[in-house]
T-cell receptor, first 112, second 116 residues
Framework: AQTVTQSQPEMSVQEAETVTLSCTYD???????LFWYKQPPSRQMILVIR??????QNATENRFSVNFQKAAKSFSLKISDSQLGDAAMYFC?????????FGQGTRLTINP | GAVVSQHPSWVICKSGTSVKIECRSL??????MFWYRQFPKQSLMLMAT?????????EQGVEKDKFLINHASLTLSTLTVTSAHPEDSSFYIC????????????FGPGTRLTVL
């Protein structure tokens, strides 16, 4: 079975600085998707960024980018120029087919 | 992205009663839908996959008779927690898979269930 591991329960960063959240996963498949979801205090899950495993190029969405290392099964999220609104729980997720498997989450705190 | 609603957003019930949670997609139709449970400070755990017109598929360890799922139409799925107990208190979230492919899911805002 696929598993997703986030080894950082909590992270904090100064406003305007850069922070990297770690994620590793385990799968025997070669074609799959990886996601980072954000869950703010409202509890609404919000898609931050998506990576398709067959693409070598790392995905980027404005201040958010990933470092996808397929051989190492690593998928980290970098948030640049951190803003107070980035404070939330961040979940890494794996998908092959329609089901999502989530990591344990990392609580990100932004210090003003 | 698609809009998904859940009702109610928050419910308190007495132990032994049943509670129904509705999940609606407001701007698209889907034959499949997912129900997740999230305990405090924990991750989302998939409970079941709801299929329109057929029986739901439950994940290992989830009691089918306790968590009744009905996918009544392409825009509505319901989760009924039967004979609720305090340990069923949790945050329940539904999601619909995107019709754009890429395995994306659109999540509802969640329902907080508290069983006294």
């Amino acid at each position: 079975a696929q598993t997703v591991t986030q080894s950082q329960p909590e992270m904090s960063v100064q406003e305007a600085e850069t922070v990297t959240l770690s994620c590793t996963y385990d799968t025997s498949e070669s074609d799959y998707y990886l996601f980072w979801y954000k869950q703010p205090p409202s509890r609404q899950m919000i898609l931050v960024i998506r990576q398709e495993a067959y693409k070598q190029q790392n995905a980027t969405e404005n201040r958010f980018s990933v470092n996808f290392q397929k051989a190492a099964k690593s998928f980290s999220l970098k948030i640049s120029d951190s803003q107070l609104g980035d404070a939330a729980m961040y979940f890494c997720a794996y998908s092959r087919g329609q089901k999502l498997v989530f990591g344990q989450g990392t609580r990100l705190t932004i210090n003003p | 992205g698609a809009v998904v609603s859940q009702h109610p957003s928050w419910v308190i019930c007495k132990s032994g009663t049943s509670v129904k949670i509705e999940c609606r997609s407001l701007d698209f139709q889907a034959t499949t839908m997912f129900w997740y449970r999230q305990f405090p400070k924990q991750s989302l755990m998939l409970m079941a996959t709801s299929n329109e017109g057929s029986k739901a598929t439950y994940e290992q360890g989830v009691e089918k008779d306790k968590f009744l799922i009905n996918h009544a139409s392409l825009t509505l799925s319901t989760l009924t927690v039967t004979s609720a107990h305090p340990e069923d208190s949790s945050f329940y979230i539904c999601s619909y898979p995107s019709d754009r492919g890429k395995n994306e899911q659109f999540f509802g805002p969640g329902t907080r269930l508290t069983v006294l």
